[in-house]
């Protein structure tokens, strides 16, 4: 089993739709959690950075963590085309040594938002 | 554009040539970190710097020699290789290895 769990999808959604994206988890250790969206031929781009469980809003995106259950969320409302990308997840513990920095991440799902 | 520039954006070599990749930002972080990502799938890490020091290497076979001469920059020295490291390389940064990573556009390497 893999210790971070991602559906590649492809996910595909009317413009305007709400999107919703999730990464389940097996290690307890976890403690910040990343998203990342990944355009074609580019490098992956930062989108939403948590810590603690609950939401957190920027825009149109909200992450949401549920450490309890060991599930994360990526919300995206009144998606566009332009949101058209691979969406990964990705977390880290808190270990030093050779842990620290150390990112783990989710296979990746592609999002396709037709007009 | 992101504010970690990596050069060249492609790369074509044989198995037997020695090149190198660079990576260069000027945000003043002091971790720095090579990633390979393969089609499909996500980054994997090959090295992490902290403050100019190895911190991390994950078992990369030494065909692939890091070096970072200075906080603003990070090379991957490249030599005799094989055609299974066709792949997209990828350099991030962050304030310390405990803080967000931010990647650059990565080169895309092709072994002839």
């Known amino acids: 089993q893999k210790e971070v769990e991602q559906d590649p999808g492809p996910l595909s959604v009317p413009e305007g739709a709400i999107v919703s994206l999730n990464c389940t988890y097996s290690?307890?250790?976890?403690?910040?959690f990343m998203w990342y969206r990944q355009y074609s031929r580019k490098g992956p781009e930062l989108l939403m950075y948590?810590?603690?469980?609950g939401n957190k809003e920027d825009g149109r995106f909200t992450a949401q963590v549920d450490k309890s259950s060991k599930y994360i969320s990526l919300f995206i409302r009144d998606s566009q085309p332009s949101d058209s990308a691979t969406y990964l997840c990705?977390?880290?513990?808190?270990?030093?040594?050779?842990?620290?920095?150390?990112?783990?991440f989710g296979q990746g799902t592609i999002l396709t938002v037709h007009p | 554009d992101t504010e970690v520039t990596q050069t060249p954006k492609h790369l074509v070599m044989g198995m037997t040539n020695k090149k190198s990749l660079k990576c260069e930002q000027h945000?003043?972080?002091?971790?720095m970190y090579w990633y390979k990502q393969k089609a499909k799938k996500p980054p994997e890490l090959m090295f992490v710097y902290s403050y100019e020091k190895l911190s991390i290497n994950e078992s990369v076979p030494s065909r692939f020699s890091p070096e970072c001469p200075n906080s603003s920059l990070l090379n991957l020295h490249l030599h005799a290789l094989q055609p299974e490291d066709s792949a997209l390389y990828l350099c991030a940064s962050s304030r310390w290895v405990d803080q967000p990573q931010h990647f650059g556009d990565g080169t895309r390497l092709s072994i002839l």
């Open positions: 990705a977390m880290r513990t808190n270990a030093g040594g050779t842990s620290y920095g150390k990112l783990t």
């Open positions: 290690n307890s250790a976890f403690q910040y």
């Open positions: 948590t810590y603690s469980s």
């Open positions: 945000m003043g972080h002091r971790a």
